[in-house]
């Protein structure tokens, strides 16, 4: 069931609910109210005749006169329906009013037993006649503690009963009718309300059809409803830029990879055209190696990067000597350095004590060497300078190499990103991000800087054993 509707039910329910109740309430209070003005009018008409009957103990004749004398005086009574009867201390009527001769009433056991005892009683009775009931005010009056005689007066209930009847009908058709208008109006209020939920169902589907650019567009008509909108969105704007990120991720791989497989299929496709010296096989199968291993490179770059940032990768940190790690780097490049002509400098003149993973430590100063000897031509220097700072120790690779264009230096550290793919055969685009991934689990930052043509500088800040824990 929609939710409109059952909104719609709900309420309607709850109004039926309250609706009822208060009309229950105030039914039963306008039927007091009427009742007890109906004993007043009754209680006031038998003390005035009270008061006009004699004390003593009057003769039949006396009653008679006194009470129709009273009638006289006061032409409301008779007006207004009200019966009397007067009876004498043996039950014996001694006086009834022209209207209540058609209705008599009585004394019953139960009424004769409350006057012995002085008290007033009020009862109902059904009436003789017509349809309805009777309200009898019975007071019996003592003479020096002598019941003398007895007074009851009545009136019809009809007239009350007529109001509470109209009342009853009033609400018998108001309140179905209440309800039928309160669950529309309901119905259509929820409709609007969820309006924007209609929204957000259409989105999703253009979302599960492939379409991230949908989005809802804001709306004011509730803040839970714009919340939603707005979380709706956000949660877009991610999911669109983390499947950008997983296509590019694809396309690169595919890009990094096609490369060597295409040169070793052109390579393997030509070594089989016809047969060949060994030699030439050899050379062959010399050059497929280097792009095998350059597949190797890029495939283990990807799994380091991956592992990295599902948290898999665990550093276990120790004191290092930065020293001796640079000295160690140094030590791996020294061919290549010298088959370049390019001159390594050490600038050191304390060890540097650092808290860090030295695995991870070592791949971080061979990536930053590897770099600067790559993009660094013949007869250059690549120099790497150890200090400390405030903050702790500070590590930096510079060289004298062909520098980074001042647009892309703000993107080298982002995956598979390549200034310029001419400028080195062997590059990926990973070995920076896997660099600023090491410098940032140690708590450190990595800035570069570099003027084209002239050189690049790129520093590493390692914070101090107490900083970083
Ligand atoms: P690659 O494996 O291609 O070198 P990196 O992530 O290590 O990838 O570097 C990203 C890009 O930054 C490279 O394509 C390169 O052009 C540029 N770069 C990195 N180090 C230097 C450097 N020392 N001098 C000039 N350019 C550099």
Redesign the pocket.
């Known amino acids: 069931m929609a939710i409109r509707t059952r909104l719609a039910i709900w309420f309607s329910i709850l109004v039926a609910v309250v609706l009822t109740l208060s009309a229950l309430i105030r039914y039963t209070g306008y039927k007091q109210a009427l009742q007890s003005r109906q004993d007043y009018s009754l209680r006031v008409v038998a003390d005035i005749l009270d008061s006009s009957i004699p004390r003593h103990s009057p003769t039949k004749n006396e009653v008679q006169t006194a009470v129709a004398r009273m009638i006289r005086e006061y032409p409301d009574i008779e007006l207004k329906g009200i019966l009397i009867e007067v009876y004498d201390s043996s039950r014996a009527v001694i006086f009834i009013s022209s209207l209540s001769e058609a209705q008599q009433f009585h004394i019953t056991e139960d009424i004769w037993k409350r006057t012995q005892h002085k008290e007033v009683s009020l009862t109902t009775i059904p009436a003789g006649s017509d349809n309805g009931s009777i309200r009898i005010l019975t007071k019996p009056i003592f003479y020096r503690n002598k019941l003398i005689y007895i007074i009851q007066v009545g009136s019809s209930t009809n007239d009350i009963e007529e109001t509470l009847e109209s009342i009853f009908l009033f609400n018998i058709l108001i309140i179905p009718l209440s309800i039928l208008l309160i669950g529309i109006g309901g119905w259509f209020l929820a409709k609007e309300a969820l309006k924007p939920l209609e929204a957000i169902i259409t989105a999703s589907h253009h979302i599960s059809s492939g379409d991230l650019h949908h989005r809802i567009p804001a709306s004011d008509t509730s803040s839970e409803i714009s919340a939603l909108t707005r979380a709706f969105n956000q949660m877009t704007i991610k999911l669109q830029s983390s499947f950008q990120q997983i296509k590019d991720f694809s396309e690169n791989v595919s890009h990094e990879l096609r490369i060597p497989l295409s040169i070793l299929r052109g390579q393997t496709e030509l070594s089989l055209k016809r047969s060949r010296p060994v030699e030439e096989y050899r050379n062959t199968l010399e050059s497929n190696l280097e792009e095998i291993l350059r597949m190797e490179n890029i495939v283990e770059r990807l799994l380091f990067l991956s592992k990295a940032e599902r948290g898999e990768l665990k550093l276990e940190k120790s004191e290092l000597d930065i020293r001796d790690l640079s000295e160690w780097a140094f030590a791996q490049f020294k061919l290549q350095a010298q088959e370049k002509n390019i001159n390594l400098i050490l600038n050191s003149e304390n060890s540097v004590t650092v808290y860090g993973d030295e695995v991870l430590l070592r791949e971080l100063l061979l990536?930053?060497i590897?770099?600067?000897i790559?993009?660094?031509n013949e007869g250059g220097s690549v120099s790497l300078s150890i200090g400390r700072s405030d903050e702790g120790a500070v590590i930096s690779?510079a060289?004298t190499?062909?520098?980074?264009p001042e647009k892309?230096i703000p993107h080298?550290?982002e995956r598979f990103?390549?200034?310029?793919?001419s400028?080195?055969t062997?590059?990926?685009?990973?070995?920076?991000?896997?660099?600023k991934w090491i410098v940032e689990a140690h708590n450190g930052k990595i800035t570069?800087e570099?003027a084209y043509g002239k050189?690049?500088e790129?520093s590493v800040f390692l914070p101090s054993p107490d900083r970083n824990g």
């Open positions: 990536n930053l590897k770099n600067a790559t993009y660094t690779v060289d190499g062909i520098g980074i892309d080298i550290f990103y390549q200034v310029d793919k400028r080195s062997q590059g990926s685009g990973l070995g920076l991000s896997i660099c570069v570099s050189g690049s790129f």
